[in-house]
């Protein structure tokens, strides 16, 4: 399964938590959306140069734009 969520453009970060980052951009700049196993849907970011402790939850405009 995580190579296809390779092939997918996705970055796994910890496969033992299900943490996968893929690359986007908001307001310009080159963020890292975050999803972990178990959310129903991808609702965080983090900049490229932090992790998941720094994530931030995508508010409900930029997400409705970014992935509809």
Not at 46 to 59: C, M, N, P, Y
């Amino acid at each position: 399964g995580w190579a296809r969520v390779q092939e997918l453009g996705g970055v796994v970060k910890d496969p033992k938590l299900g943490l996968v980052d893929l690359y986007g951009r908001i307001d310009g700049r080159l963020v890292f959306y975050c999803w972990r196993f178990g959310e129903e849907a991808i609702g965080h970011y983090h900049e490229i140069d932090e992790g998941f402790a720094s994530r931030k939850t995508l508010a409900a405009p930029p997400r409705h734009r970014l992935f509809n």
